[in-house]
């Protein structure tokens, strides 16, 4: 019997997990708290990427008749998490430039607000720079999005790897 690809279960529970995940940050911009900074939204956030990456492994195995290695973990585990975030960026380039617009700018107010209220001692060049620096790194936060959801992953991946791992003897 052909033995299952982990592209498959990757690109099949990554795209439920973009698809989980858009429904819920554009539930967050409907009751308009997409701009919270909230330890709940992390907390459901990297549980949804657990849970997807656990199920998308559960998946592959029952199809291996039962087998993973610890290899097939890693790759079904970080391929989900990419396949997500890449699908969270379109998302997220989509929303910034056609729902709301002026999301950046929102953004870059909130950032100058809290780097004020977190260093009252801070002077208007420190901020201005510190904003720069920022709006320079934006084109860049899909790319670093996806670095850090696949290193994410392959911690989550080991961990559910080392857990459900078996082979063929």
Do not use: C, W
């Not at 934006?138 to 459900?164: E, T």
């Amino acid at each position: 019997m052909e033995q299952p690809k982990t592209s498959k279960y990757a690109f099949q529970y990554g795209l439920f997990l973009g698809l989980v995940s858009i429904g819920f940050n554009f539930m967050l911009y409907t009751q308009e708290l997409h701009y919270e900074q909230s330890a709940v939204n992390n907390i459901v956030g990297f549980g949804l990427l657990f849970i997807f990456i656990l199920l998308g492994i559960l998946a592959f195995k029952k199809a291996n008749n039962g087998f993973v290695s610890l290899g097939q973990a890693l790759k079904t585990g970080v391929g989900v998490a990419i396949v997500s975030a890449l699908l969270g960026g379109i998302y997220g380039f989509i929303f910034a430039n056609y729902i709301e617009p002026e999301f950046f700018d929102k953004v870059m107010e909130i950032a100058r607000e809290t780097a004020i209220a977190n260093n009252p001692e801070i002077n208007r060049e420190q901020l201005d720079q510190g904003i720069a620096f920022q709006k320079k790194l934006m084109p860049f936060f899909p790319l670093i999005g996806i670095v850090v959801s696949a290193i994410v992953a392959l911690i989550f991946s080991l961990i559910i790897g080392l857990v459900v791992r078996k082979t063929e003897a």
